[in-house]
């Protein structure tokens, strides 16, 4: 309204009456600990618009979420559960279930944003009392690697691990080790990229 006012498209005066008690709603990157309230709110009231039973994150999936800076804020994050209620296969959303475009963009980001953002995770399962978070951060973070790899090479198990620098069976045993085995998983890992959809308006 700020700028309205400075553009003479809407009355100052009326401004000034409203503006009695101004609030600052911190983007989303600054309060990462809501993202997988929001989350799950949002999965909740698309499942009642639509009809259907509510799905639920997986928990590699919600870590995953917090990750990412959501520039979009709320109304991103509310998108992006509308879009996993009616594209997600099964009713727990799994990292790969999660839009292409999403993982990349965690994936490809190696500035002091990203470490930035895993430090403000593990300070707050500190502030929860976890622990083991070396165990639990590195399987997550061999996770995110390998579904992202293989999302770029359209699920060819050979060119995502030259991409990684390891070798085919290593791969093999990992996806297994880490439950992403085509057949416990959603989703065929050695089936071609299918075309990412879009987030509705």
Do not use: Y
Not at 41 to 60: I, Y
Not at 76 to 81: A, P, V
């Amino acid at each position: 309204l700020e700028q309205r006012v400075k553009l003479g498209l809407f009355r100052e005066d009326l401004f000034h009456r409203l503006n009695v008690i101004r609030l600052r709603l911190p983007p989303m990157r600054e309060r990462r600990e809501d993202i997988g309230l929001l989350a799950k709110f949002f999965l909740q009231k698309s499942a009642r618009a639509l009809g259907v039973e509510a799905k639920r994150f997986s928990d590699a999936a919600l870590k995953f979420l917090a990750l990412h800076d959501f520039p979009g804020n709320v109304r991103q994050i509310e998108n992006l559960c509308h879009w996993l209620t009616v594209m997600a296969p099964g009713q727990t959303i799994e990292l790969l279930d999660l839009p292409a475009e999403l993982r990349a963009e965690r994936g490809g980001e190696l500035g002091p944003g990203w470490q930035s953002a895993l430090g403000a995770v593990v300070d707050q399962a500190l502030k929860r009392g976890e622990r083991s978070l070396h165990a639990e951060l590195s399987r997550q973070f061999e996770t995110v690697l390998i579904t992202t790899a293989l999302s770029h090479t359209g699920g060819r198990r050979v060119e995502a691990a030259a991409l990684l620098g390891m070798g085919r069976n290593t791969l093999t045993r990992k996806i297994n080790e880490l439950g992403l085995d085509p057949d416990t998983s959603p989703g065929a890992l050695e089936a071609p990229a299918q075309p990412s959809a879009s987030f509705p308006d």
